[in-house]
C-alpha cells in the first residue's frame, strides 16, 4: 500500500524535504522573503474576498498561500526527531496567524457596518465547524504528504488543497474579531486549528511510514511525547465540532417539532431553526395567532438534553407567489 503511495523511484531523499520544508537551510533570505511575500498578499486577498463575500476571489488566495510550509515543517521535525525543526516551524506558523488575524482585524475597522459582514456566507461557512470539516482536513493533510514526498506530483493542485483549510478561516478569526464577535472568531479559529493539527499527523504518520524517521536515524522517545501533544490536541479542537454536528442534528429535530406545532394554522411555515448554546432561536412566518409557546418549548425539552431556551422570532404575513 505504502508502495503504491509513496512509489521508491519517485520517493523524495530526506535533504530534499528539508531543503523544501526548512527556511533556515539552503537560500534562508529568499525563501523568507518569498513567505513573507506571498502569506501577506494571499491573506489580503482572502481577506477581501471574506468581506465581500465572492468565493472566486477567496479561492485566488488559495492558490497563494505559503503557510502549509512551517506546518508541514512541524511534521518533518516530529517525523525525524529534530526538536530544532519543529520549534523554527512552529514560531513561523504562530507569526504567520498573528500576520493574518492581524490584517483581518484591521480591514474590518475600514467597514462602515462591520455586523453585516457576519452573515455573510464566507463567514458563516467557517465559523461553525463540524466532524465533515475534519474529515476534509485529514484528506487534505494526506494529499500534502504525497505531494511533499514524490517528485511526480507536481506543487500547485496540492497547493490549492492545502490552501483551503488555512488562510480563509484565518482571515475570518481576524475579521470577526474586529467585528466584536468573538464567539465566531473562536469558531473560525477552531477550524484552523484542527485543519492544521490533522495535516500535521497525517503528514508524519506517512513520513514514519515512508522511512524517513530511519533515515534521520531518529530517537523514538521524543516522538513518543509528540504524538501525545498532537493527539490531546486534536482531541480537544474536535469536542467543539462534535457539539456544533449534533446541534446542526437537534436543529433539524426542533425544526421537525415546530411545523408539527404550527400543524393547525393555516398558512403558518418555519423559516429558519438555529441552536447555539442554551437557545434555540425559531423563526415562524404565519398568522397573528399562534399556538401555546409553552407547549413548543415542552416539547423541545423532550428532544434535547440540555432544555434550551426557546425564542421564537414571529413575522406576521405569508408568501406571496406572482402568477
Not at 42 to 49: P, R
Not at 230 to 258: E, F, H, K, R, Y
Not at 290 to 302: G, N, S, T
Request: hydrophobic share 55%.
Amino acid at each position: 500500500m505504502l508502495g503504491f503511495l509513496v512509489p521508491t523511484d519517485q520517493r523524495r531523499t530526506l535533504d530534499e524535504l528539508t531543503d523544501k520544508l526548512d527556511l533556515s537551510v539552503g537560500a534562508v533570505a529568499a525563501k523568507r522573503s518569498a513567505f513573507w511575500i506571498m502569506l501577506v498578499l494571499s491573506a489580503v486577498i482572502a481577506i477581501s474576498g471574506v468581506i465581500g463575500d465572492s468565493t472566486a476571489t477567496v479561492i485566488g488566495a488559495m492558490i497563494v498561500a505559503p503557510l502549509s510550509i512551517p506546518i508541514l515543517g512541524v511534521a518533518l521535525g516530529v517525523a525525524t526527531g529534530r526538536a530544532v525543526l519543529v520549534g523554527r516551524s512552529a514560531l513561523l506558523v504562530v507569526a504567520g496567524i498573528a500576520v493574518v488575524v492581524v490584517l483581518g482585524f484591521l480591514f474590518a475597522q475600514l467597514l462602515p457596518n462591520p455586523v453585516n459582514v457576519l452573515s455573510n456566507a464566507q463567514v458563516v461557512g467557517r465559523t461553525s465547524p463540524k466532524l465533515m470539516d475534519l474529515t476534509a482536513a485529514l484528506a487534505t493533510g494526506l494529499v500534502a504528504a504525497v505531494a511533499i514526498t514524490r517528485r511526480d506530483v507536481g506543487d500547485v493542485l496540492p497547493g490549492v488543497a492545502i490552501a483551503i483549510s488555512l488562510v480563509p478561516p484565518l482571515g475570518v478569526v481576524g475579521v470577526c474579531l474586529g467585528s466584536q464577535a468573538p464567539a465566531l472568531a473562536l469558531g473560525a479559529f477552531v477550524l484552523f486549528a484542527s485543519n492544521m493539527l490533522a495535516m500535521i499527523i497525517t503528514t508524519t504518520t506517512v513520513l514514519l511510514l515512508a522511512g524517513y524517521g530511519r533515515d534521520a536515524e531518529a530517537p523514538t522517545g521524543g516522538r513518543g511525547r509528540a504524538y501525545v501533544v498532537l493527539g490531546a490536541a486534536l482531541i480537544l479542537v474536535a469536542v467543539p465540532m462534535v457539539i456544533n454536528s449534533l446541534s446542526t442534528l437537534w436543529a433539524g429535530q426542533i425544526s421537525d417539532v415546530a411545523r408539527d406545532w404550527l400543524r393547525e394554522q393555516p398558512g403558518a411555515q418555519v423559516v429558519d431553526v438555529t441552536l447555539h448554546s442554551d437557545t434555540a432561536t425559531i423563526t415562524v412566518l404565519g398568522p397573528q395567532q399562534l399556538p401555546d409557546l409553552a407547549e413548543l418549548q415542552r416539547r423541545v425539552d423532550d428532544l434535547v438534553p440540555w432544555h434550551p431556551d426557546v425564542v421564537v422570532v414571529h413575522n406576521v404575513g405569508g408568501r406571496v407567489r406572482p402568477r
